[in-house]
């Protein structure tokens, strides 16, 4: 693991949050996305804390040191610089996912309105046994090789 936790400034879609994060923990970024994403699906606080996360830790080339409150008028000034360059020079992978996403929610409209209700199906419960039965699973995987 690396030192301290920053935001990534190479490997960012939107806030550089999960970049930083699979830097922190050297795993795939598209694992801590895929996590993230399905938290904000499933779970009630991902937005929030995605949010939090993207205020907290400070991106690579921030001067300051650890957070302090008196230091979140310039952590939302950062974020707000963020979002800015964001909606200007938007990356080609959020464009991406963007587009992935339309579709998704394009199809379960169209799906909804010919009489297939997702509702029906759906178990957020199942989910999260799922999701964690998988991260067990990826992290006992990703211990045993790196002691070889």
């Given amino acids: 693991m690396k030192e301290r936790l920053y935001r990534s ?3 960012k879609i939107i806030g ?3 970049g930083g994060l699979a830097e922190y923990f050297q795993i795939n970024p598209i ?3 895929i996590f993230m994403i399905l ?3 499933v779970g009630e606080w991902g937005i ?3 949010f939090l996360l993207w205020l907290i830790i400070p991106p690579q080339q921030y001067e300051g040191g650890g957070f302090q409150l008196n230091d979140l008028g310039a952590r939302f000034r950062l974020v707000g610089d963020d979002l800015r360059d964001l909606f200007q ?5 959020l464009l991406t996912y963007g587009g992935i996403a339309l579709i998704g929610v394009g199809a379960s409209t169209l799906a ?3 009489g297939w209700d997702w509702g029906n199906y759906w178990n957020s419960t199942l989910v999260w046994a799922c999701l964690l039965i998988v991260g067990g699973i990826f992290v006992l995987v990703k211990t045993y090789t790196k002691k070889k």
């Fill in 16 to 18: 550089g949050v999960c």
């Fill in 89 to 93: 020079n938007p990356s080609a992978q």
């Fill in 31 to 33: 694992f801590v996305r």
């Fill in 48 to 50: 929030f804390v995605y």
């Fill in 9 to 11: 400034s190479q490997n």
């Fill in 112 to 114: 909804k309105a010919l």
């Fill in 39 to 41: 938290w904000v699906i």
